[in-house]
């Protein structure tokens, strides 16, 4: 893994946290975009070299309405910057971690990713995720 590539924080309404983090890091969000396949509106901050993602829910089966009727708002994830998703992924069953998406798949901000769930690492739900070049 290279680095963090951003941190997800479950948010129940979108704009009025955009509002909010525009005023935590005085500047706005530079992108929204919708991932209808995880049924998540996500909103993006870049701080110096780290991101920050903001995540609603679009409908009660998201696993981020799920989320918050469970633990509340707050971190969601982490996501880190892998080269190769698919060796990264057979790299971390190998080493017991249990992961969630066999195949990755598309996700916010131009990225293949796969999540590892929280169960088998401490708590935390982690994300994998590589550019989708070209
Ligand atoms: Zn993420």
């Known amino acids: 893994m290279n680095k963090i590539e951003h941190i997800g924080i479950a948010v129940k309404n979108l704009k009025d946290s955009n509002?909010?983090?525009?005023?935590?890091?005085g500047k706005p969000h530079y992108k929204i975009e919708e991932v209808k396949s995880?049924?998540?509106?996500?909103?993006?901050?870049?701080?110096?070299?780290?991101?920050?993602e903001l995540l609603e829910a679009t409908n009660?089966?998201?696993?981020?309405a799920k989320f918050i009727s469970?633990?509340?708002e707050g971190i969601?994830?982490?996501?880190?910057?892998?080269?190769?998703?698919?060796?990264?992924?057979?790299?971390?069953?190998?080493e017991g971690f249990k992961v969630l998406n066999e195949n990755p798949k598309k996700g916010a901000d131009n990225k293949l990713v796969a999540f590892l769930h929280p169960k088998s690492s401490n708590g935390v739900l982690i994300e994998l995720c590589q550019e989708i070049k070209g």
């Open 76 to 94: 969601h994830h982490i996501a880190f910057d892998v080269n190769d998703i698919e060796a990264e992924i057979k790299r971390l069953k190998k």
């Open 19 to 25: 509002d909010l983090f525009s005023k935590l890091f």
């Open 38 to 52: 995880e049924g998540v509106n996500t909103s993006f901050f870049k701080i110096g070299d780290n991101k920050i």
């Open 60 to 64: 009660e089966d998201s696993p981020i």
């Open 70 to 72: 469970k633990k509340g």
